[in-house]
């Protein structure tokens, strides 16, 4: 298994970002309720500047080529889950599969609860930078975000959404729900961005 658990060194920070404390629980954080999702209609639309926008089911997104990683897990109210293991998409196969156009600087992530959140494209563009489906070798539970959540370990939690059906990559930043509400656009764990 990949083990990214080593990444905060590309930050010169600790494994244990400053002001987090480390909880083996993992708790819920979600703005409104879980929606229900059906895998039968289940969609995911990836658009904007790309050589050839689509929609993948349920069936062709676990098509795609997957892996299972080690990873660490900051939320920004103060707590990290280390060591949780994340099998899915890394984001990059994702951009090879639809073709990114050279005018594409930013990525807005939208989710079935009418979530949204924002990251440059660089920040998108990494391996570890997950579309995961399992946790810990089960299905991604319900309320941590499943079928399909997006995980960004170099990120505060909130930069990953959960129950996520449409990737579109901009020309131009455009916010995300937290980031309209004061949060960090950066969100860098290792620098406490917590908020804007
Ligand atoms: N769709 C969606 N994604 C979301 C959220 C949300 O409310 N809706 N909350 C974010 C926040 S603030 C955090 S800390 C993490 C929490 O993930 P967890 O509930 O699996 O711990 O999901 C993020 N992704
Ligand atoms: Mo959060």
Same mark, same amino acid.
């Given at each position: 298994? =990949? ?6 060194? #590309? ?9 987090? &404390?480390?909880?083996?629980?993992? @708790?819920?954080?979600? =703005?409104? #309720? ?9 969609? %995911? ?8 926008? &689509?929609?993948?089911?349920?069936? *062709? ?13 900051? %939320? ?7 060591? %949780? ?6 984001? @990059? ?5 639809? +073709? ?19 990251? @440059?494209?660089?920040? %998108? ?8 489906? *399992? ?9 941590? +975000? ?12 909130? =930069? +990953?959404? =959960?129950?996520?059906?449409?990737? #579109?990559?901009?020309?131009? @930043? #455009? ?17 406490? *961005? &917590?908020?804007?």
């Amino acid at each position: 298994m =990949k083990d990214v658990t080593g990444l905060h060194r #590309e930050f010169d920070g600790e494994r244990l970002p400053p002001g987090q &404390r480390e909880t083996t629980a993992f @708790p819920v954080l979600s =703005k409104g #309720e879980t929606p229900e999702i059906d895998l039968e209609t289940w969609e %995911c639309s990836v658009s904007g500047a790309v050589e050839s926008p &689509r929609t993948f089911s349920w069936g *062709e997104f676990r098509e795609l080529p997957h892996e299972t990683q080690r990873q660490d897990f900051h %939320c920004v109210t103060g707590w990290s889950r280390f060591d %949780c293991e994340f099998t899915g998409v890394p984001f @990059p196969v994702l951009a090879d599969a639809v +073709g990114v156009r050279e005018e594409a600087v930013h990525v807005l992530f939208s989710a079935a609860d009418g979530y949204t959140t924002d990251l @440059p494209l660089a920040d %998108c563009m990494r391996e570890d930078v997950l579309f995961a489906w *399992e946790l810990d070798g089960e299905p991604l539970p319900d309320d941590h +975000g499943g079928p399909l959540r997006v995980v960004t370990p170099h990120k505060y939690a909130y =930069k +990953g959404a =959960k129950w996520v059906d449409g990737v #579109e990559f901009l020309t131009e @930043p #455009e916010l995300g729900f937290w980031e309209r509400r004061g949060y960090s656009e950066t969100a860098n764990p290792w620098r406490e *961005e &917590r908020y804007s």
